[in-house]
């Protein structure tokens, strides 16, 4: 079956610590994008990607880093600089020629402390 | 620039009720958009998608939502809800520029037997 994977479903770190996040798609998708999640407040948009070896900051990209070496994988680090890490991280693929739908993968809950 | 908001954060509703979630967006350029569902600690789930066709589209779990351009509306109806439809429910447009989405903050529906 095709879809994304994101792992783990739960990270526990403590601050000052760096973390990576994984996203991995068999969808053969060329655009990834990265969402932080907090409650009330939608999704933000971190970073993304529409092809491989390029990306681009979305809305709230400080504290948080990416690389896009292949076309499957787009993880995202979350760096000590990010003054409030702990949220709901979701990664998304879109194809080239339906660009606006978006496929969710199932998220990773970071926390902390 | 582009914007989406959902009116509630917070909708309950009896079993077998109707349930109307509203969304009204802003757009520069001509919308597409989308009605996202989440589960707790899931991502997301396309429910269906207005891509300038028809204006009444039909998506998955009984759900339909109406393109209304004069109202700049898309709200999401179900005509009688289930138990299962008990979730966070996202409206999103896409960006002017770049392969991007807006998301609305989000409305949680609770559902009484």
């Known amino acids: 079956d095709g879809g994304i994977t994101q792992s783990p479903k739960y990270l526990f770190r403590k601050e000052g610590q760096n973390v990576t996040l994984s996203c991995e798609q068999n969808?053969?998708?060329?655009?990834m994008y990265w969402y932080r999640q907090d409650p009330g407040q939608g999704l933000r948009l971190i970073y993304y990607?529409?092809?491989?070896?390029?990306?681009q900051k979305g809305d709230i990209a400080e504290g948080y880093s990416v690389s896009r070496e292949k076309k499957e994988s787009f993880p995202l680090t979350v760096t000590s600089a990010q003054k409030n890490p702990t949220a709901f991280y979701l990664c998304?693929?879109?194809?080239?020629?339906?660009?606006?739908?978006?496929?969710f993968g199932p998220g990773t809950r970071l926390t902390v402390t | 620039a582009q914007s989406v908001t959902q009116l509630g954060s917070h909708v309950s509703v009896s079993e077998g009720a109707l349930v109307l979630l509203r969304c009204n967006y802003s757009?520069?350029?001509?919308?597409?958009l989308f009605w996202y569902v989440q589960y707790p600690n899931q991502g997301l789930q396309l429910l269906l998608k207005?891509?300038?066709?028809?204006?009444l589209v039909k998506g998955i779990n009984g759900f339909e939502a109406e393109f209304k351009k004069s109202e700049t509306s898309f709200h999401l109806t179900k005509p009688s809800a289930h138990m299962s439809d008990a979730a966070e429910y996202f409206c999103?447009?896409?960006?002017?520029?770049?392969?991007?989405?807006?998301f609305g903050g989000g409305t949680r529906v609770l559902v009484k037997p």
């Open positions: 990607s529409q092809i491989v070896n390029d990306f």
């Open positions: 998304a693929s879109s194809a080239s020629d339906s660009p606006y739908e978006q496929y």
């Open positions: 207005y891509t300038s066709a028809a204006t």
């Open positions: 969808l053969n998708h060329d655009a």
């Open positions: 757009s520069s350029v001509p919308p597409y």
């Open positions: 999103a447009v896409n960006k002017a520029a770049g392969n991007k989405l807006t």
